[in-house]
Each structure stands twice: as structure tokens, then as C-alpha cells.
């Protein structure tokens, strides 16, 4: 009897083991990306995988889905917000509309006067009540901000006045206020996908898009829009985003280093893409594939479409947002 009893325990033991070695086995984080490992996207992960890292102090695996390989950024928010396929992205504000109508408006064009004035928004967290309904009615934290690329229009033609622009066929994102600026200026804004822009500019379905500087590079659009128009209608914000649904899973010492180092990570996306960009545009124009066109007439393009702006964030109940942004002196 006591031998048997013996037997029983060792059995035990033994078939706890595995349980033993699967408690303790590395989490695994996915992430996805349109691009590659070049991107400033894709470094700017790469940085939040390392101070994740640093500040946990024990292994966690970390696997990049680059290249558009589970789709683009709007189905990795939708996998986000479900809790599956993806933990981790870096995603247009644009693309969570479907759950807080006033998301967009945090990368609204004609928003920020330049980089300074961008910083200081961003610096005094501005846009935090956004970022709180993302999170409640969404189920995704924006846990930091990269982005800082400043955004023009790249054509098969060239324009530098109202006037030139009036008419011209460019591809807007979908969120409404980008349709709703670019009609006020003059221009036909179409939505189409952003992977579908290359072709439909050579195919003549449109003349224009408008991209920073690393996506320009990247999606080689000056291949099929070689005239840059520097307009500088927007200065790009792109949340680094965390599924809340993975993020309650982790053990909390890790949950403390995934919010820390999505702030630190997205400080580092906005110094290494806003410091980039003006490197890639004159590199691109030194080597004969893009020509920068000076646009003449900023002030007049803002002034038209700063009513609509206004009657936006009224219309999403930012108001308190955008008055606050206007009042700050850059």
C-alpha cells in the first residue's frame, strides 16, 4: 500500500513537469507592419521590442509580420481590437474611426502649423481624451506616438498655385475631413486603398496621392508621381498600438514595461522620422526621381480650409481639442 502510494506521487510529479516548463516558457508578442525592416515603422517597433526587454528583464519572443503579410493597418486594428493575429502595430488614426469618430482628427491635415508646434501638442498630450475612447470602445491602448513625417503631394503633374491644383484627381485616406479639405482647396479626392495607389495613378484612374517622405521611398511612388508639391498640409501621427485584451493577459511587471516602452519607442519613431524625412525628399531629388515643385500659395490653401477644420471638430465634439491646439504658439 505505502509502495503503491509512492508510485502515485512520483506519477504525479512527473506529470507536473511539462506544466513546470510551459509556465515557464518565453511570451510570444506578434506584430505587423506593411514594410520592411528598412521603415522608419518598422525600426520604431524594433526599438519598443528592445527597451520591452530591457525594462521586463526576462525573455519574450517577438515575431514581425512585415510586408503587408497579414493584410494593412486597418486589419491589424480590427485584430487589435478582437484580441488575435496581432498584439502590436503602428497604425493610422485614421483607420479607427469605426470606433471613436474623433480619432482621425488626431492626424487631421492642416492641423499643425510645423514641427514645433506638432512637438508641443503632442508634448502636452492633447489629444488624451481620443485616446481614452480608442481604448474603452475599441479595446486597443495607444501606448505611443511616432510619426513626424511631413506629408505633400506627389503628381504626374506639377502645380504651385490653387488655381493648378484646382481639378486634380488625388487618393485621400478615408477618414471624411481628408475629402472634405481637399475638395475646399479645389482638388477631386478619390479613397482608394493605399496599396493600390502605384497602379492607379499609372492606370489614370488618378493623377496624385499625398505621402511623407518614408512612404514615398518606400512604395517607390515617385516612379508614377515624380513632381513632389510641397504643400506641407499635414505632419503625420502614428500611434503605436497594443491590443488591451493581450496586454491584461501579461503578468503585470510586463504590462509596466509595455506602457513604458511604447512611450519611450514612439519618442524615438517621431525624432528619427521628423529628422529623416527632409533626407530622403533632397536624396530622392539629388538622384533625378523626384522633383520637388515649392508650392506658392500655403497661406491661402490653409485659409480655405480652416472653416471646415473648425466645423469638424464640432461636428466630432473636439472642439475643446482644436481650440486648445489653435491656442498654442509655436
Known amino acids: ?3 503503491r502510494a509512492l508510485l502515485g506521487a512520483a506519477g504525479a510529479s512527473l506529470l507536473a513537469v511539462p506544466n513546470v ?3 515557464q516558457a518565453p511570451i510570444t508578442l506578434h506584430g505587423a507592419s506593411q514594410f520592411n525592416d528598412e521603415h522608419v515603422f518598422n525600426r520604431t517597433m524594433k526599438r519598443f521590442q528592445e527597451l520591452v526587454l530591457q525594462y521586463y528583464g526576462r525573455p519574450v519572443n517577438f515575431v514581425m509580420h512585415n510586408d503587408s ?3 494593412l493597418e486597418k486589419q491589424y486594428f480590427e485584430y487589435m481590437s478582437a484580441g488575435r493575429a496581432v498584439d502590436f502595430a503602428i497604425v493610422s488614426p485614421a483607420h479607427m474611426s469605426t470606433f471613436s469618430r474623433a ?3 488626431i492626424d487631421a491635415p492642416f492641423l499643425f502649423r510645423d514641427l514645433n508646434h506638432w512637438n508641443q501638442v503632442l508634448d502636452a498630450d492633447l489629444f488624451k481624451p481620443v485616446a481614452d475612447e480608442v481604448e474603452r470602445r475599441a479595446r486597443v491602448i495607444l501606448i505611443g506616438y511616432a510619426g513626424g513625417g511631413v506629408r505633400n503631394i506627389f503628381s504626374n503633374r506639377p502645380a504651385t498655385t490653387m488655381a493648378q491644383l484646382r481639378g486634380l484627381r488625388v487618393r485621400v485616406q478615408g477618414a471624411p475631413i481628408w475629402s472634405r479639405t481637399f475638395q475646399a482647396i479645389g482638388m477631386a479626392p478619390q479613397v482608394i486603398a493605399y496599396n493600390e495607389v502605384y497602379n492607379a495613378i499609372q492606370n489614370n484612374v488618378i493623377e496624385a496621392g499625398e505621402n511623407e517622405a518614408a512612404g514615398v521611398e518606400q512604395m517607390r511612388f515617385y516612379e508614377v ?3 513632389l508639391l510641397i504643400t506641407e ?7 503605436l498600438c497594443f491590443s488591451v485584451q493581450t496586454l491584461q493577459r501579461l503578468p503585470r511587471e510586463l504590462q509596466d514595461a509595455v506602457r513604458r516602452a511604447g512611450r519611450e519607442a514612439g519618442v524615438y519613431g517621431r525624432q528619427t522620422e521628423s529628422g529623416e524625412d527632409a533626407q530622403k525628399i533632397d536624396a530622392l531629388a539629388a538622384a533625378g ?3 520637388k515643385v515649392p508650392f506658392t500659395e500655403r497661406p491661402q490653401m490653409n485659409a480655405a480650409v480652416q472653416p471646415v477644420m473648425a466645423a469638424y471638430a464640432r461636428e466630432i465634439d473636439a472642439e475643446g481639442i482644436h481650440n486648445r491646439i489653435a491656442s498654442l504658439t509655436s
Do not use: E
Open 1 to 3: 500500500m505505502q509502495r
Open 21 to 23: 516548463v510551459r509556465a
Open 69 to 71: 503579410s497579414l493584410g
Open 103 to 105: 480619432a482621425p482628427y
Open 225 to 227: 508621381g515624380p513632381n
Open 289 to 291: 526621381r523626384l522633383r
Open 233 to 239: 498640409h499635414a505632419i503625420t501621427i502614428r500611434p
